[in-house]
């Protein structure tokens, strides 16, 4: 067989690999079922988390004075904060929550961007270990099939904003999270995982090139250092200790499809209140003292902002970004608090 035999060859089985993945995730988001059988899921978790381990990230800590309060007959839908700069944790320790269905008793999907799902070797992880597309009709399909599910709510836009000096946590305009956990009747369940931030360092100046690169290929892909300042080691994260914290469970009430915007905003910022709390009670136990001392930046893509009570300095600091075709990001509210 010639070279370039050889090289169609490898091409063909390479494309046939990669369709009989696509269906196979496609019917598993289908079905609302995992991926082969749970102690594989747990398998590539240990995998996962052995490697972490050998770049000294591991997870130190998991409590929640809330746990004790979570009903195992309800179907909750996590939300976690913060994305981090690549989201870590959520993949190399986390990921073994959704497997055995830690906290609620019940095996749980967590919804990552659907690029992730292009990139050989970090796919099949994702599979195996509850990872599903955040895709709006996927999601709609799990939670109809009575799934539960976990999300991030500020996603690549979070992604793209993340600082190690300063905790943030961004919010949708239409706040579809929120309207998806009142259609269905689930309550929300926030989780933090303190040191996500800090596992590599920003680098300054390279915002519009990071900008680029989101428009060009889907990847949030903000210009980072890692261990012994190697420049975009994703791979190669900082040695720290990751803290999971669980906060407070919050009720939604009945389901209702079609919730008005006010009962949406109102279930909005009662879920702001259980975060501050959640994160005011560990921010400095968990957090870099001078990172837990500038507290949680809150942004809100729709415009409106926060209720006083919310707030931690004399007044929010608008910021205007451009969100047409051409940029990402819609005019916001920034409040620290």
């Not at 102690?39 to 004075?65: D, H, N, P, R, T």
């Not at 990872?131 to 991030?152: F, P, T, Y």
Request: with cysteine; glycine share 8%.
């Amino acid at each position: 067989m010639t070279a370039r035999n050889k090289a169609l060859a490898f091409a063909a089985l390479a494309a046939t690999y990669m369709e009989a993945r696509r269906r196979v995730l496609a019917n598993a988001e289908e079905t609302a079922s995992r991926i082969g059988p749970r102690w594989l899921g747990l398998l590539a978790w240990k995998f996962l988390y052995g490697y972490s381990k050998i770049m000294g990230v591991q997870l130190a800590s998991e409590e929640g004075a809330s746990l004790d309060k979570i009903d195992p007959k309800t179907r909750y839908l996590i939300v976690w904060h913060p994305h981090g700069f690549i989201a870590w944790s959520a993949l190399f320790m986390v990921s073994k929550f959704a497997v055995e269905g830690h906290p609620h008793g019940r095996e749980w999907f967590a919804m990552v961007a659907p690029a992730l799902f292009r990139i050989p070797v970090v796919s099949e992880a994702l599979m195996l270990v509850n990872g599903r597309r955040v895709d709006k009709s996927i999601v709609e399909n799990l939670l109809k099939k009575g799934a539960s599910i976990a999300i991030q709510p500020g996603g690549v836009k979070e992604q793209m904003l993340t600082d190690e000096s300063q905790e943030k946590a961004v919010f949708p305009a239409n706040l579809g999270f929120i309207r998806m956990a009142i259609k269905y009747g689930m309550d929300l369940l926030p989780a933090y995982v303190f040191n996500e931030n800090q596992l590599f360092n920003r680098v300054k100046g390279f915002d519009a090139f990071s900008d680029w690169i989101y428009k060009t290929s889907g990847f949030g892909l903000p210009i980072i250092t890692a261990k012994f300042g190697i420049p975009m080691a994703g791979l190669f994260p900082l040695s720290k200790g990751i803290h999971v914290r669980w906060g407070e469970p919050v009720p939604v009430g009945e389901a209702d499809e079609h919730p008005t915007d006010e009962r949406v905003e109102e279930v909005f910022i009662r879920y702001l209140d259980a975060l501050k709390t959640l994160f005011d009670k560990y921010a400095h136990e968990c957090l870099p003292s001078e990172v837990a001392a500038r507290g949680l930046k809150i942004m809100r893509l729709d415009g409106k902002p926060l209720p006083e009570r919310l707030r931690s300095v004399p007044a929010a600091e608008s910021v205007v970004v451009d969100d047409s075709a051409e940029a990402r990001t819609p005019v916001t509210i920034q409040s620290a608090l």
